[in-house]
């Protein structure tokens, strides 16, 4: 494996001589401790790049939104990022961490600035848009496990329209709420 990797990247004359040190030097007239260094570096190398293989991306969710506005989180006016829009509520977070308003799902949003979707069973006609999200939690979440930090986030309540495509609608300061607290415990005590 190591040497079709070494092939692949360029590396086969480097391969051959560092497996066979003592014929390499024959050809190259290199100290020992410059061997060690150069075996060294092409296994970091070798196994970072192999290590890439692991990783999954995110893959960022498209929606397709009724309304239409000229300008949108994301856009640029006079050279300036736009960070917010029409339909969105915008709050000043000072280090308060984003919380998981239910339990759901965080999905990178296709478009905006750092915007992800929530997304609950407990509200299935809803997706709960925030944009100004800084380290996003991807994936599955618990009700008030963090979902991201944010200098300033914008904060949008789309519902599912008949024919499958969303709209923005009045926010609830219930869910908006929940996603800036703490949870609270809901034992009986």
């Not at 070494?6 to 050809?27: D, K, M, Y």
Request: one cysteine or more; hydrophobic letters at 40%.
């Amino acid at each position: 494996m190591m040497s079709t990797l070494a092939t692949g990247f360029g590396f086969s004359s480097l391969f051959s001589v560092l497996s066979n040190p003592g014929q390499g030097r024959s050809r190259l007239a290199m100290s020992p401790g410059v061997w060690r260094w150069m075996g060294g570096s092409l296994a970091i190398l070798l196994l970072g790049l192999g290590g890439c293989g692991g990783l999954t991306s995110a893959v960022p969710r498209q929606i397709v939104l009724k309304q239409s506005w000229e300008i949108e989180s994301g856009d640029r006016v006079a050279g300036q990022l736009v960070t917010g829009s029409l339909g969105d509520i915008s709050v000043q977070l000072r280090g308060t961490r984003l919380r998981a308003p239910f339990a759901g799902q965080v999905e990178l949003a296709s478009k905006g600035f750092h915007c992800i979707y929530f997304s609950s069973p407990e509200v299935p006609a809803y997706l709960f848009r925030y944009c100004g999200v800084r380290h996003p939690q991807i994936g599955p979440l618990q009700a008030g496990e963090i979902m991201g930090r944010g200098q300033n986030i914008h904060f949008a309540t789309l519902r599912r329209q008949p024919d499958g495509a969303w709209a923005i609608v009045e926010p609830s300061d219930r869910v908006l709420e929940r996603s800036l607290n703490q949870p609270t415990s809901t034992l009986g005590f």
